[in-house]
């Protein structure tokens, strides 16, 4: 059966001031109406059934998101008792999905992207779960790249695959290049974005995960144990702490030799940072911008007003970000070290009630 585990537990640091400590970006109705959490669940639920749709996050969001997604049920939220990275928290859910159907096929999704198709979405997600049955493979979601990105993994198709839509072996993962590398990616034509959308069987990425990370495997295989025990959340406390956290990019993706991807044909952003969220703004004179705004002599900037006028006059690739206590005036290349900006600002107390 068919299961999804939508990843909600980030800070959305890059994000920040709009993304907040305590309201981080899945929160968040940038783009339109809907919250990154609320449209990612209504995406999944047309071929996912309600019951088998499951959120992991941490423990101080869990309110928020059982408020976000009142239809899921709360034991579906699964909580996790501290950050330990991607691989430690999709395999928190492997093991409790494991232990429900072990025949589980399960839809890692994150919880702030854009996809501009649903239907197409749908038609590549069945595929990859197709191969992720038949071929007992880790299968992840390729996306055409348009530009090059230097702030996105890239994946090398290898030997094609059958299906209707393209689908290869993984050659191999390439994280996050310089501007001179993405650019022969991208002319290459071999390669793919990585979307961080995954599609598995949980007993083959549990194996998998034996295989590259079998001390991770060896503490959650503990909790899978003492399921439904008496002391199954003192138990998921203990292994759970105890774990060293990895990317499951870097710690099994990167390694596994069976690795597939399915190339989508369906429009796709990653809404990690000013410089993608800027790409949904409408245009005002060569600038991005959301609010009122009135750009004069000024080209290239991103521009999030709230509450007030903001003015730009003679600048240029600047991103303006007005909040109710906190506005940043940024150049746009330092967009990929706003994350190293928010860790020097809690470094400091008295900056602590504006994270």
């Known amino acids: 059966m068919l299961y999804a585990v939508i990843l909600a537990g980030g800070k959305g640091t890059r994000l920040y001031p709009l993304s907040r400590t305590d309201n981080p970006k899945q929160f968040l109705n940038i783009i339109d109406e809907k919250s990154f959490l609320r449209s ?67 839809v890692v999704l994150p919880s702030d992207h854009y996809v501009g198709n649903n239907e197409a979405f749908n038609q590549t997600i069945q595929q990859a779960a197709d191969i992720a049955s038949k071929r007992k493979g880790l299968v992840t979601i390729g996306v055409n790249p348009t530009r090059p990105e230097t702030g996105y993994g890239y994946i090398q198709m290898g030997e094609k695959i059958g299906g209707e839509l393209p689908s290869y072996r993984v050659e191999r993962f390439l994280e996050k290049p310089n501007l001179e590398v993405a650019k022969d990616l991208l002319t290459s034509g071999k390669y793919l974005w990585n979307s961080g959308i995954f599609v598995w069987r949980v007993d083959s990425f549990l194996k998998e995960m034996e295989r590259y990370l079998p001390k991770m495997h060896s503490r959650l295989m503990t909790i899978y144990r003492n399921l439904g025990e008496e002391n199954e959340q003192e138990i998921i406390e203990e292994q759970y702490n105890a774990i060293d956290g990895i990317s499951v990019d870097f710690g099994i993706m990167q390694k596994t030799r069976r690795a597939y991807v399915v190339k989508s044909e369906f429009a796709w952003d990653d809404i990690g940072s000013y410089a993608a969220l800027g790409r949904f703004l409408k245009n005002f004179r060569g600038n991005n911008v959301k609010g009122t705004t009135f750009m004069e002599q000024s080209e290239g900037c991103s521009v999030f007003a709230k509450n007030k006028l903001i003015i730009g006059f003679g600048v240029k690739d600047l991103v303006i970000v007005d909040t109710d206590d906190v506005m940043l005036v940024m150049d746009k290349s330092k967009d990929q070290e706003i994350k190293d900006l928010f860790n020097k600002l809690k470094e400091d107390e008295a900056f602590s009630k504006f994270l």
């Open 40 to 106: 990612t669940v209504d995406r999944i639920k047309p071929f996912v059934d309600k019951e088998n749709i499951y959120v992991v996050t941490n423990k101080s969001y869990y309110d928020k998101i059982c408020d976000e997604v009142p239809e899921l049920e709360k034991e579906h939220i699964f909580q996790e008792p501290s950050n330990k990275e991607t691989a430690t928290c999709i395999g928190l859910s492997a093991v409790k999905l494991l232990k429900k159907d072990a025949n589980a096929v399960m």
